[in-house]
């Protein structure tokens, strides 16, 4: 049965559980406890975040350990804006961003702060030339994720990053979609803040990081204890955080390859869709000599939607239950929406008429992924969608 819903969620790879296994066996450690195995537990615990800071080429005092994606997410918004003077108090960032970044944006407003979101243009990921004439002198943070989840769109983050530090602002960037398929080093992206997560690289669900760098004004969102130097609260979860390091240190290590592993596959997912279907499918994913709109983009993504025929518009739910159905995991966009009866806000701010994005579908590739995988998920597509199709005239 073809897994292809690697955007989602990834298989717990045999490394980082061997490196998780012991403190998920042993006895109680605490790695804030003084005896024996709280020592043990901290030098775990500190090996993994020096393990983590080589990787995006920063201190490992600036590696601050979360829950995952939506925890540092969170952090990024209120941590930053919370500690900032309150003539910085302001965030641009997109139409096009997580959930994890979009809901603190609402409630950011709702507290009275500046609040800019900027429409994300043609192909998911908005401009350095748009969030330049966003920026006031009340913008305090800039957060722009580096890969679209849905779409796969890259966005400049380099160039944001600049134009955020001109006008005096800081800036961050969701790197969970990134991560095994892009650097993330810091200093090249330019970034004072950075969200990498575990269960998007085969390491564990429960596990993530934000980057804060040194001298970066932040207040502590979870309280409760001095845990992380004082800013997240709560014991360590000591088993995830060394299986969320051991499959960091692997993606990084494995990435040029596969990369252009996942390349290559999602080049064949493409065409076989496209030669299939032809004009009634509509890329989202901005690849070169596919979607309408071409940019960089990740190598795990395709997103697709079947556009009406005839008047008539495929029902996303249909297609994402005829899949399953065939065996085929995907998902209709990201994760945290897929329970949504409303189609893609992504797609939505992308400009994509609501018929069309409500009949979308994200194949999302990933390490355990193969051609048969692809062949099959893109036959079980074409059946699915013609089958639908056929119903509905």
């Known amino acids: 049965m073809p897994y292809l ?49 080589r990787v995006l080429g920063c201190e490992p005092a600036e590696v601050l350990f979360t829950s995952g994606g939506t925890e540092a997410d969170n952090a990024a918004l209120f941590g930053t ?20 970044v979009l809901a603190p944006a609402r409630a950011l407003a709702a507290r009275g702060h500046d609040v800019v979101v900027l429409a994300p243009g043609t192909t998911g990921a908005p401009s350095p030339d748009d969030v330049a004439a966003a920026l006031t002198s ?68 429960g596990a993530g990081a934000l980057f804060v760098r040194s001298g970066t004004p932040f207040a502590p969102v979870v309280l409760g204890g001095s845990q992380e130097r004082g800013r997240r609260g709560g014991t360590e979860n000591v088993a995830a955080i060394v299986g ?26 493409a065409t076989h869709l496209r030669d299939a279907l032809g004009d009634a499918l509509r890329f989202n994913t901005p690849l070169t000599g596919f979607a309408e709109h071409a940019a960089e983009a990740a190598p795990h993504i395709v997103n697709v939607s079947h556009r009406p025929q005839n008047g008539v518009a495929l029902d996303g739910q249909m297609l994402l239950v ?3 159905l065939e065996g085929v995991h995907v998902s209709a966009g990201s994760a945290c929406a897929s329970g949504a009866l409303e189609p893609s806000h992504v797609l939505l701010a992308m400009g994509v008429d609501r018929e069309t994005a ?19 998920g893109a036959e079980a597509f074409v059946r699915v969608a013609s089958r639908i199709a056929a119903l509905a005239r």
């Open 358 to 376: 409500g009949a979308t579908i994200r194949f999302s590739l990933g390490r355990t992924t193969t051609e048969a995988d692809v062949d099959a």
């Open 81 to 100: 804006l919370g500690a900032a003077d309150s003539e910085r108090a302001g965030l641009v960032t997109s139409a096009a961003e997580h959930s994890a």
């Open 138 to 205: 009340a913008t305090g943070l800039v957060s722009v994720m580096r890969v679209n989840n849905e779409t796969g769109a890259v966005a400049d983050v380099r160039a944001i990053a600049g134009v955020a530090h001109a006008a005096g602002a800081l800036c961050h960037t969701d790197a969970v979609q990134a991560a095994g398929s892009f650097s993330l080093d810091v200093d090249a992206l330019g970034v004072d803040l950075m969200t990498v997560t575990a269960h998007k690289i085969c390491g564990p669900v």
């Open 5 to 53: 819903d690697h955007a989602a969620t990834t298989p717990l790879r045999d490394e980082a559980f061997a490196a998780m296994e012991p403190w998920l066996r042993g006895g109680p450690a605490n790695a804030s406890s003084l005896h024996g195995p709280g020592r043990r537990a901290r030098v775990a615990v500190d090996a993994a975040r020096e393990t983590v800071a």
């Open 322 to 324: 005829g899949l399953d």
């Open 244 to 269: 969320f390091a051991e499959a960091l240190r692997l993606a990084e290590a494995e990435r040029e390859a596969h990369a252009d592993r996942l390349r290559a596959l999602q080049t064949r997912l």
